[in-house]
């Protein structure tokens, strides 16, 4: 099929130049598409045929693993990036769900780190709340995961109304995301942080492979 998806906007181009763009996926699983431009290009006759090619193309773009992604974002510093389902082995998402199968109990120590502990909330709707503390106990990380816009926004409000650090990165961006606040105390840890941020993008994947 003639036509170039980008998963990021949200839109599938076909050669003839109609634009069809896509909102997320409904409760009843389908994805509605609209025609943004170049309908008055495509014949009439094949207009529906298109529409429907659109929304196959986009819809198998977006299952592809190697094109899933979430936004990663620190508010603290207004770092973001995407991180893709492909650089996070199989095996890693594995231990990662059992550490958050455990987390969710009480804090476990992070594998590696010495005595550093994560403590996991799922109380919000299709979200999840991560707090790691260092040794003694205090917080130096907390981030939290969005699969849905359902709770996604609220959940993001909670991480920047509750900041005890300025924010930079003040607009949510679009689910799926992992946002992540640095606390206080997470400056006297900084030996620690790149494995904690590996961690997060890794959480990320395994809680959003439990849907």
Sequence with gaps: ?????????????????????????GRDGAID????????????????????????????????????FIHHITVTTGHTRKSYRNEVGDDVVLVCADLIARAI??????PGTNGYTISADTSRKRSLLCVVRAPAGERIVTFAIARHS?????????????????????????EPWC?????????????VLPIIADLERCIAWAWLGKE
Excluded: Y
Excluded at 47 to 55: I, N, P, S, T, Y
Excluded at 105 to 110: L, M, N, Q, S
Excluded at 151 to 170: F, H, K, N, Q, Y
């Design 1 to 25: 099929m003639n036509w170039k998806i980008d998963i990021e906007s949200r839109t599938a181009t076909h050669a003839t130049g109609l634009v069809v763009r896509f909102g997320e996926r």
């Design 179 to 191: 946002a992540v606040r640095l606390e206080q105390g997470a400056m006297s840890h900084a030996h």
């Design 105 to 110: 109990k009480g804090r476990v120590e992070i």
């Design 33 to 68: 598409g609209t025609a943004i431009a170049g309908l008055d290009k495509v014949n009439p006759a094949d207009a529906a045929r298109l529409m429907r090619e659109a929304g196959e193309a986009f819809s198998a773009a977006i299952k592809n693993p190697r094109n899933r």
């Design 150 to 174: 359902q709770g996604g926004a609220s959940l993001w409000r909670l991480l920047i109304e509750t900041a005890s650090l300025p924010v930079v990165a003040l607009d949510c961006p679009p």
